[in-house]
Structure formats: structure tokens, C-alpha cells
């Protein structure tokens, strides 16, 4: 109890455990963001729900003058807007509704949104709901407890239009809202037209890392977004995270994981779709698949409050500690630190309580299960991984160490969750295409910025990943003195090294001097 007490210890990583921030309308400045990466902040996401290329695009070269003055990697993704239906407000006027009167939900765009009349931007609402369902709308969906959404029940379907009964009063601000229709399907493509268009312009010519696909319903659904993005040059290395936001993607979890390169547990749309009782069921088992797929897992909404106010509840403060110790790679952070007042604040506060729960994380038993799970014989790089995370926490290393090229190693190191950071050196590749040369490992740099524990470090192109030396020692030098610096490695000091050697991986620990 005791230790409850004393103040946690300044350190250069805020914390394992990574967060992804949403920039947007009050976190675009260059000041802001490089204050959010300096926080802890190392990805960034642009959600085209909202704004256009332009908007985005001035953002993004912001985020760039940061990561140039702060010296901090950052990663981009891009969250497509998927199969979302939304009211259309041209005039971008408040609209007041009141609980117990109805309201016509039209698929008519032209018509003017009013008390009693939403335009939408789809015409199939008719065919898909029935009498007694539900449906919300609001500006960042309805969590039940702000006057900004509102819930309604359907009572009557006539022709295109559905009539509704509102069951709580509530005023809608702003020119676009988002609707959801409770556990009903909606009939429209995953990766609709508009989001193929930003992804082969802003996100092709942005290189982007991650794509978040909204929406996610089938394995299908990746495979599709897979295929469009291998047309896309270098887009071929654009990792795809599943955004799991309904019963739908919920009912085919295991196969969306099996093609996916990560997993967003999108809880706001998820507890509408989901009684709320049955929500830390699913994140939890969620996570544990991810977990044991050695797959990154990303929890969303987790302190809503910070939007507006300076610290969280307590239990969102809880809620953040409980997704480190259910074995999240990242948190992210959407209306907190798009439209919220204190962004820089919410990074930090959020890193602070991850940091906590990690000092209680139980690795021990988290080790032993994952060992399990993988079974025996092992894959030769699996038995590498397991065996430099079992070193180093019987020698009480300070950091592992590890070469790649793919960062595919690196990745399995973190799937053990090592009690400390893993730096992972990552070696570019020369590539030619007959034209011209290029090198890789940019991408697999920024792509490790999403997995808990990992942090990248682009090593000279000059080094090659694989010493037939026997030795690497101009390479491992700059590693160590890149932890020197940024004090995670001091005098003394136990380091677990992984890297291959001709042939064979090796790894080794290595006792530092003065």
C-alpha cells in the first residue's frame, strides 16, 4: 500500500503500452502535436469521417515539422469512413428535438433538416429496419449520458421514409451526425468509392502505415482492402487494422484475425450493438486472441470525459489499467484529442495510468500461458523470441536488443510481453526495380510504433542485418549508445542482444563497463 504513495519515476518512454491520437480541429498546430509526441503520442490518425484531403494534408505536414523537431518517430493511419450513415444538415443550424414527438427519417437530400424531418444519405433505411427497432444519432454516437445524441424508435415504415419517436430530448449541433441502427445490417460496401478515392490519392501519396477499416464484417472485407492496396506501389506494405464495431464483425472474429494485421476494438459502436453488461466480455476475450496471435489489439473510448474536462473519472482512469492488463498493445484516443480542449493532457494522463498498470502487469503468467498456447516444437524464430524474453528477465536486462530487416522477430519478441523496452534496430534493405534504387525499412520502423514495448531505431543502411563476421559490433555500439542517451541504459547494465549470424540466430547478454 505503501508504494500507492510514491511518485512514479520520470522515464524516457512514458510508457510500453502505445497511444494512438486523432489529430484534427484542436491538435493540428506544429506546436500541439510536437507537445502530443513528446507526451507519448506515436501514431497519428486522420479520420476522413470529417474534413477534406486539403485539411488533412496541411495536418499532416504540421505532424512532419514536429517529428522533425521533437526527433520522435510517429506513424500515420488512415481510418476510412466505411458503410457510416449520417444526416445531412446543409445549414449547419442546432436542431432541437423533443423526447415522446416523432421525426421522418428521409433517404431526400435536398430536403432542409428540421425538428421533424433528418435527411440522411441513404436510401435502403426503409428496407432494413422494422417497427420497434432502434436507432441513435449524434455527433460522436450515444453513450446515454450527454444531451447531444439521440435515441429513437422506430414506429412506422412508409415507402423510403421510416418514422420515428424520439425518446429523449437532446439537441444536434454541427452539419453532419452519425446514425446507427442497432444489430440491423446495412447493405453497402466496407471500402466504399470515396474511401478507394483518399486511399489512391492522400494515402498513396502519403505512404501511409495503417489502415483502419471501419466497419469490419467478413474476413472478405480485408481481403478486398488487401488487394486494392497491392495496386497501389508502395501501398503493397500498408498494414490493415480490422475496426470491429458490430454483432457482425463480433460474429466472425476469428477469421477477420486470421487476415488482419491488427485489431481496433471500436467500443462506442460496439456498446450500442452489445448490452452493456456484455462489453468487458468481449474486449476481453477480444484481446486475448490478439494476444495469442501476436497480433497488435487497439482499445478505443477509454476517457471520454477528458474531452472537456482535465482529468478523467475514476472509472475511465480504471478502465485505462484494466485495457493494459487485459494485454493492449495501444490506446486510442479519438474525440479527446480531435475536438477535445486539452489533447497534450489527455496523452499524458492516459500514458501515466499505463505506466502504472504495467508495473503490475503479470508477466510471469502471461509468459507461461503464451508458451503454452504456442505449443511444441516450436518455429526456430518463435523458440528465439521466447528464449531472449526468458533471459532477459532472469538476468533483470534493462533492454533487449534486436536486429531485423522485417521486424518480424521484433514483433514476436513483444508477443511476450518482456518487462523491459525491446529497441529494434531496423536494417534497411536495398531494393531495385530495375529503374531505379530504394531502400526499405522505413515502413517496418513505423509499423513497430503501434506494438506494446517496441521502439524502432533506423540503423545505417551500411551495417547489413545478417554479420558473417561473427560479430556486429559497429551496429550494436550505436544501439547502445541511442539507450545511453535516452537513459535506459546505464553503466553496468545487463543487455539481452537478438540478432542472426550467417545462418544462425543468436542471442546473447552482454554486461556493460563504465
Known amino acids: 500500500m505503501s508504494s500507492i504513495l510514491e511518485p512514479s519515476k520520470p522515464s524516457f518512454f512514458p510508457a510500453m503500452t502505445k497511444i494512438v491520437g486523432t489529430l ?8 500541439t502535436i510536437a507537445r502530443c509526441l513528446d507526451s507519448g503520442m506515436s501514431v497519428a490518425r486522420f479520420d476522413f469521417s470529417w474534413g477534406d484531403r486539403e485539411y488533412h494534408q ?8 514536429a517529428i522533425k523537431s521533437t526527433k520522435k518517430l510517429c506513424a500515420v493511419m488512415l481510418d476510412t469512413v466505411g458503410p457510416e450513415l449520417q444526416v445531412v444538415n446543409k445549414t449547419e443550424r442546432p436542431i432541437s428535438l423533443q423526447a415522446e414527438t416523432l421525426v421522418v427519417l428521409t433517404p431526400d437530400q435536398n430536403k432542409e433538416a428540421t425538428s421533424n424531418l433528418l435527411p440522411l444519405n441513404f436510401n435502403g433505411l426503409s428496407k432494413a429496419v ?5 436507432i441513435f444519432i449524434g455527433q460522436y454516437l450515444f453513450t446515454g449520458s450527454e444531451t447531444t445524441s439521440v435515441w429513437l424508435e422506430v414506429t412506422e415504415v412508409h415507402g423510403d421514409d421510416v418514422t420515428c419517436l424520439i425518446k429523449n430530448s437532446a439537441t444536434l449541433a454541427g452539419s453532419l451526425y452519425t446514425l446507427h441502427v442497432s444489430q440491423i445490417r446495412i447493405d453497402l460496401p466496407t471500402l466504399t468509392d470515396k474511401d478507394k478515392e483518399v486511399i489512391s490519392t492522400w494515402g498513396l501519396q502519403n505512404n501511409i502505415d495503417f489502415l483502419s477499416l471501419s466497419y469490419t464484417r467478413h474476413a472478405e472485407d480485408i481481403c478486398h482492402a488487401r488487394e486494392f492496396l497491392s495496386k ?27 487476415e488482419a494485421d491488427g485489431i481496433i476494438l471500436s467500443r462506442g459502436n460496439l456498446g450500442i ?21 501476436g497480433k497488435p489489439a487497439v482499445v478505443t473510448r477509454v476517457v471520454d470525459t477528458m474531452t472537456d474536462n482535465l482529468r478523467p473519472t475514476r472509472a475511465e482512469a480504471t478502465d485505462v489499467a484494466n485495457a493494459v492488463l487485459d494485454g493492449s498493445d495501444a490506446i486510442l484516443l479519438g474525440a479527446e484529442t480531435l475536438r477535445g480542449l486539452y489533447p497534450v493532457d489527455t496523452i499524458s494522463t492516459v500514458g501515466k495510468i499505463c505506466a502504472e498498470a504495467e508495473k503490475v502487469f503479470n508477466q510471469d503468467l502471461y509468459f507461461k500461458k503464451t508458451v503454452k498456447y504456442v505449443g511444441e516444437p516450436m518455429s526456430h524464430l518463435e523458440s528465439i523470441a521466447s528464449s531472449a524474453v526468458r533471459a532477459a528477465i532472469k538476468v533483470k536486462a534493462s533492454v533487449i536488443i534486436c536486429f531485423t530487416s522485417s521486424g518480424r522477430t521484433a514483433r514476436l519478441i513483444a508477443k511476450y510481453r518482456p518487462t523491459m523496452p525491446v529497441i529494434s534496430v531496423v536494417i534497411p534493405q536495398l531494393k531495385t526495380n530495375q529503374l531505379r534504387w530504394t531502400f526499405t525499412g522505413a515502413f517496418e520502423a513505423r ?19 545478417e554479420s558473417t563476421s561473427g560479430t556486429n559490433e559497429s551496429i550494436l555500439k550505436v544501439a547502445l549508445d541511442h539507450g545511453k542517451a535516452f537513459g535506459i541504459i546505464k553503466p553496468h547494465d545487463r543487455v539481452v542482444v537478438c540478432q542472426k549470424l550467417g ?12
Open 232 to 258: 497501389l506501389g508502395d501501398l503493397k506494405q500498408t498494414q490493415i487494422f480490422a475496426k470491429i464495431e458490430n454483432i457482425e464483425g463480433l460474429t466472425h472474429f476469428d477469421e477477420i484475425l486470421r
Open 447 to 465: 509499423q513497430s510504433l503501434i506494438v506494446r514495448g517496441l521502439f524502432p531505431m533506423l540503423a545505417d543502411p551500411r551495417h547489413p542485418a
Open 58 to 65: 496541411e495536418t499532416l505536414e504540421n505532424l512532419k515539422a
Open 130 to 134: 422494422k417497427q420497434g427497432d432502434t
Open 273 to 293: 450493438d452489445l448490452p452493456p453488461e456484455k462489453v468487458f466480455l468481449f474486449q476481453k476475450a477480444a484481446i486475448y486472441k490478439c494476444n495469442v496471435a
Open 24 to 31: 484534427g480541429q484542436k491538435s493540428r498546430s506544429v506546436d
Open 503 to 514: 545462418d544462425s540466430s543468436v542471442v546473447k547478454i552482454i554486461e556493460l563497463e563504465d
